[in-house]
Nanobody, 125 residues
């Protein structure tokens, strides 16, 4: 599967932004779609995950209650809705797909086989 992330930009603290991740190529219902981010000088960290069916979602504690995930199966597109953005949310955001762990290791980037190119989100204070 190939992934393409989009939707990043420059916003102010408290604003909202929605990122999109469009999947193409061979897909299956076993995929887990994850969102990760990497801030300057920091390691990549888990943000959120969504099962292909949309039945199961997980969030990092730092974004829980502010971010949501959803999908449009017809468009093979997954979304990360980010509300109440904070300056510490500034990072390059990546979407990724994995099929190996069955959602057991949704938070581990090494399990993800396919990655989108990343989209920059900058939140000013």
């Amino acid at each position: 599967v190939q992934l393409q992330a989009s939707g990043g930009g420059l916003v102010q603290a408290g604003d909202s932004l929605r990122l999109s991740c469009e999947a193409s190529g061979r897909t299956s219902s076993g995929y887990v779609i994850g969102w990760f981010r990497q801030a300057p000088g920091k390691e990549r960290e888990f943000v959120a995950a969504l099962s292909w069916s949309g039945d199961t979602t997980k969030f990092a504690p730092s974004v829980k209650g502010r971010f949501t995930v959803s999908r449009d199966n017809a468009k093979k597109t997954f979304y990360l809705q980010m509300n109440s953005l904070k300056p510490e949310d500034t990072a390059v955001y990546y979407c990724a797909a994995e099929t190996r762990s069955g959602f057991a290791y949704y938070y581990v980037s090494d399990y993800y086989d396919s990655w989108g190119q990343g989209t920059l989100v900058t939140v000013s204070s």
